[in-house]
């Protein structure tokens, strides 16, 4: 039942986001005329700010501790399985997040996003680059989460190589929000950015060293 469920949302997402897309194409084009409901003030730009820093900070979350237990490093502090819980929480929480850090962006009556801007990678007038790698790093992040239901059928090692793109979408998305974001050079957000950059490029060293001892260990025996 709960299948059953999730199908039907997510089959009503998608095509609530395709038809979506089609009025925000048919605007553009100049076959209709769709304006969507902007409040006055900032609010809406100060909503998405939060929402896009907090996403940033759960999926730095969720892959800091992807790393710690491939790494086995925080072994002392949290047990491997409940690890992996709030490494699978953390993971769906990233995405509603994403979410409504888009959805409030449509709000904003300053830049005018639609739907275009939000879902299609590099179609943003506003700050282009920065906005279409944030798209990517969203994108990323789903294939990832999506992974998770798909390791039976994948295979370990597939599954394996897909989950690095959990990296690639976690370095995307430092780049969007250092770019895109407007109050970057404020200390404590340069404190956000910063710690969790240095702490996965931390545990990723501690990881391929660790690989690097275990590969040598037959030459050394040997």
């Known amino acids: 039942m709960r299948d059953v469920v999730r199908d039907v949302v997510r089959g009503v997402l998608v095509g609530l986001v395709g038809l979506g897309l089609l009025g925000a194409i048919a605007s553009r084009a100049g076959w209709v005329a769709i304006a969507l409901p902007r409040p006055d003030g900032v609010g809406p730009w100060l909503l998405s700010r939060a929402t896009g820093v907090t996403a940033f900070v759960a999926l730095s979350l969720d892959t800091i501790l992807g790393l710690v237990m491939s790494t086995r490093a925080g072994e002392r502090w949290i ?7 709030l490494h699978r929480w953390l993971s ?21 996003f639609d739907l275009i801007d939000v879902v299609v990678p590099f179609a943003s007038p506003f700050r282009t680059g920065a906005v279409g790698i944030g798209v990517v790093a969203a994108y990323l992040a789903i294939v990832v989460h999506a992974s998770f239901g798909l390791r039976r059928r994948l295979g370990p090692r597939t599954w394996r190589r897909l989950h690095y793109l959990a990296f690639v979408a976690f370095l ?5 929000a250092i770019l895109a ?3 970057t050079s404020r200390p404590w957000l340069v404190g956000v950015y910063a710690m969790p950059l240095a702490i996965v490029g931390a545990l990723v060293v501690a990881r391929v060293v660790g690989h690097v001892r275990h590969a040598a260990r037959p030459i050394a025996s040997a």
């Open 92 to 112: 769906p929480v990233t995405l509603a997040l994403v979410a409504g850090h888009a959805i409030v962006l449509l709000a904003d009556r300053y830049i005018r």
């Open 181 to 183: 974001g407007t109050d």
């Open 172 to 176: 995307a998305s430092a780049l969007h």
């Open 79 to 85: 047990k491997r399985g409940h690890a992996l819980e």
